[in-house]
């Protein structure tokens, strides 16, 4: 095969165009390698920074639980509660409770209204609801055995006045008051 000089010439810019190409394409994988490098190290100084501020933050917390501490022991001498100080329930607080004094405000009152009529309809005394039957923290009975008293003994003017108002509580509320209404 007799090879011309234009041949050669054409062979050996594809030589070199293939030779080009083949450092291109390297060149570009390393390149991409090293990007990807890069990349990687952003990511790690990202988390390093993250890792330096919650240290910081846990630092400074920790470092204000020992100040505030040291304060409490100066200053209030708070100590944490210990197990002994929980309660189980409502009746072992009450039960921690003192009598009252002289000069303490008076006992909460149930307001009780006379159901008439009955309230199963047939015009006996019915059980009035389930304000009846709460029981009294203070003095352990239900309200219905408190209310029961004989009448004797609830001459007490204050209470006949609020038994009044409680039993026309319900008409009062069922009226609407237009005059009221119209002078707001």
């Not at 006379?114 to 309230?119: C, K, L, R, S, T």
Request: charged share 25%; with cysteine; net charge neutral.
């Amino acid at each position: 095969m007799n090879l011309t000089s234009d041949r050669i010439r054409s062979i050996g810019w594809v030589s070199v165009l293939v030779v080009c190409f083949a450092g291109t394409v390297g060149l570009t994988l390393r390149v991409n390698a090293v990007k990807s490098q890069v990349h990687d190290t952003d990511k790690k100084i990202v988390w390093v920074k993250r890792d330096i501020d919650f240290l910081q933050t846990e630092f400074q917390t920790r470092s204000n639980q020992q100040a505030l501490r040291d304060l409490n022991d100066l200053e209030f001498g708070y100590k944490a509660p210990t197990a002994g100080q929980y309660i189980e329930g409502e009746r072992q607080l009450a039960a921690l409770g003192v009598p009252a004094g002289p000069g303490a405000p008076a006992p909460i009152r149930y307001a009780n209204a006379e159901v008439q009529g009955g309230a199963s309809g047939d015009g006996s005394k019915g059980e009035g609801g389930s304000l009846l039957a709460m029981v009294s923290p203070v003095a352990g009975a239900t309200a219905a055995a408190i209310t029961d008293k004989p009448k004797s003994e609830t001459r007490d003017p204050e209470r006949e006045a609020i038994a009044r108002d409680a039993a026309a509580l319900g008409k009062r509320l069922a009226r609407i008051e237009v005059a009221e209404a119209a002078q707001q």
